[in-house]
């Protein structure tokens, strides 16, 4: 053996090895969005459709989409956050939306939570659904659904379960994605 590989393959004993080097601290803001957010909110939602079952979407969403979402959310006063790193990278975002679509329904609205591949396992969405639920419950939001993957997202279920959600029912099947047929959980909280 050279010395040039023995040198690679030698490894000095646990309590003579370098520390390892710490890893840097995971810092954010949250803030509501701004209209500057949007194609990053955008890209941020299009990896869970391209990649998950987190959203049955199969079709990216177009910058035009988001756009709507976001103005119709704006004219509802309905919040709509995002989490921001220090260098102004976009880590995740939360949004309530009208439940199904009906603004007739403002009172009641869907929660959706998405984070970036990099910020996920973090606590980054516990922080953004209790900023999300505050602010719903100061724009006078009554009701709060989460409607979720049954299989895969056993996490945000544990999560919303953890903020008081209450399962409501569950549906088979009534999704299709990446050849499999997939249901989903409905969790519902009562703001008061």
Do not use: C
Not at 25 to 31: G, L, N, T, V
Not at 171 to 185: A, E, N, P, S
């Amino acid at each position: 053996m050279l010395e040039e590989e023995y040198e690679q393959r030698r490894q000095l004993p646990p309590h003579l090895r370098p520390a390892p080097p710490e890893e840097p601290r995971f810092e954010f803001a949250i803030r509501p969005a701004v209209a500057e957010d949007l194609p990053s909110v955008r890209e941020i939602y299009n990896h869970y459709v391209l990649n998950s079952t987190v959203t049955f979407d199969e079709k990216p969403m177009t910058l035009v989409d988001v756009r709507k979402k976001f103005a119709t959310n704006e004219r509802l006063q309905m919040p709509f956050l995002v989490a921001v790193s220090p260098g102004g990278q976009l880590l995740g975002v939360a949004w309530v939306f009208p439940w199904q679509g009906n603004t007739s329904q403002r009172r009641t609205v869907e929660v959706s939570i998405y984070l970036g591949p990099a910020a996920t396992g973090k606590g980054l969405g516990k922080i953004l659904l209790a900023q999300l639920l505050d602010d719903s419950k100061a724009a006078g939001i009554r009701e709060v659904i989460a409607v979720i993957a049954d299989k895969g997202a056993e996490a945000s279920i544990r999560m919303h379960k953890n903020f008081g959600f209450k399962e409501t029912g569950r549906m088979g099947k009534v999704g299709y994605k990446f050849d499999r047929w997939l249901g989903t959980v409905m969790l519902q909280k009562i703001l008061k």
